[in-house]
Antibody, heavy 120, light 106 residues
Framework: QVQLVQSGAEVKKPGASVKVSCTAS????????MHWVRQAPGQGLEWMGW????????NYAQKFQGRVTMTRDTSISTAYMELSRLRSDDTAVYYC?????????????WGQGTLVTVSS | SYEVTQPLSVSEALGQTARITCGGN??????VHWYQQKPGQAPVLVIY???NRPSGIPERFSGSNSGNTATLTISRAQAGDEADYYC?????????FGGGTKLTVL
């Protein structure tokens, strides 16, 4: 079945970077845009941006521009999200989510989430 | 930037109809998607493009969208429907989520 599997939990110090991976299976990797969404403890969903796995093109939410980089490796059907200059308020669960095709489609499927804890 | 507004919480009696709203300027002109999130789990798509149900989602879940309000309706609410619900729209090339609504089934 269509599935996204993310890398494991991370603990980072303020100022460091984190790179989370998301591996797709059960579908053609390049057919789905890959989005990244985060959720701070007890808070709602926050969209971070997307990558087009086919072209490598990206679009980042303004809040994260300059700190986030989304990449992909089509040979292993994996997308990556790297967030730099981490702060304590970056502590959150980070999700990848697939969106079929382009346009204004929904997110389905979602990865299981990766907890990133930023603490000194 | 575009904003969408959801009530923080909605409560409904077991077996009754729960309605969760998502407000935004002329949201009726946009496609609205709805997600259910239970504690400790990833979100799950329950309604897409205003009123369409993915396979595996019960018919009790339905959606509508007109004017400035989109609505997720859960008929015959069950204890298992207790969760946070988020609406989501696209604004140009960016994505906007509502703040989420906690549904309590009494």
């Amino acid at each position: 079945q269509v599935q996204l599997v993310q890398s494991g939990a991370e603990v980072k110090k303020p100022g460091a970077s984190v790179k989370v991976s998301c591996t797709a299976s059960g579908y053609t990797f390049t057919a789905y845009f890959m989005h990244w969404v985060r959720q701070a403890p007890g808070q709602g969903l926050e969209w971070m941006g997307w990558i087009n796995p086919n072209s490598g093109g990206t679009n980042y939410a303004q809040k994260f521009q300059g700190r986030v980089t989304m990449t992909r490796d089509t040979s292993i059907s994996t997308a990556y999200m790297e967030l730099s200059r981490l702060r304590s308020d970056d502590t959150a669960v980070y999700y990848c989510a697939g969106q079929y095709g382009s346009g204004s489609g929904p997110f389905d499927p979602w990865g299981q989430g990766t907890l990133v804890t930023v603490s000194s | 930037s575009y904003e969408v507004t959801q009530p923080l919480s909605v409560s409904e009696a077991l077996g009754q109809t729960a309605r969760i709203t998502c407000g935004g300027n002329n949201i009726g002109s946009k496609n609205v998607h709805w997600y259910q999130q239970k504690p400790g789990q990833a979100p799950v798509l329950v309604i897409y493009r205003d009123s369409n149900r993915p396979s595996g989602i019960p018919e009790r879940f339905s959606g509508s969208n007109s004017g400035n309000t989109a609505t997720l309706t859960i008929s015959r609410a069950q204890a298992g429907d207790e969760a946070d619900y988020y609406c989501q729209v696209w604004d140009s090339s960016t994505v906007v989520f509502g703040g989420g609504t906690k549904l309590t089934v009494l």
